[in-house]
């Protein structure tokens, strides 16, 4: 699981405790105690929910990040080796294929 699924895990079971922990010890009447959990479920999810934009940028960001160093440095390495483009497209090839058998795997 990935350190933002662990993230998102521990929040919701730390909201169902809580909630669960508030129900047992609410002095309240049984309304009051409902309207003060919907409040704080409330709050967490829009918490979750900026948290999960915050982090879908990053990402997409990162690739954005990735995906042009990537064409950089194709692209360097393609002018530099003019000369080379049969031995190039060789190797871009068998990278290909070393990444389709990864994939696969």
Same mark, same amino acid.
């Given at each position: 699981?990935?350190?933002?699924?662990?993230?998102?895990?521990?929040?919701v079971?730390?909201?169902?405790?809580?909630?669960?922990?508030?129900?047992?010890?609410?002095?309240?009447?049984?309304?009051?105690? =409902? =309207?003060?959990?919907?409040?704080?479920?409330?709050k967490?999810?829009?918490?979750?929910?900026k948290?999960m934009?915050?982090?879908? =940028?990053?990402?997409?960001?990162?690739?954005?990040?990735?995906?042009?160093?990537?064409?950089?440095?194709?692209?360097?390495?393609?002018?530099?080796?003019?000369?080379?483009?049969?031995?190039?497209?060789?190797?871009?090839?068998?990278?290909?294929?070393?990444?389709?058998?990864?994939?696969?795997?």
């Amino acid at each position: 699981m990935t350190k933002t699924g662990n993230i998102l895990l521990a929040l919701v079971t730390g909201v169902a405790i809580g909630t669960g922990v508030g129900i047992l010890f609410a002095p309240d009447k049984g309304e009051d105690t =409902r =309207r003060k959990i919907k409040n704080s479920v409330d709050k967490k999810t829009s918490k979750l929910k900026k948290e999960m934009d915050k982090l879908a =940028r990053e990402v997409k960001g990162k690739s954005s990040e990735i995906k042009g160093s990537l064409e950089e440095n194709i692209e360097s390495l393609l002018a530099k080796s003019e000369y080379k483009t049969d031995e190039v497209i060789k190797l871009l090839d068998k990278k290909l294929n070393d990444l389709k058998k990864t994939v696969k795997s």
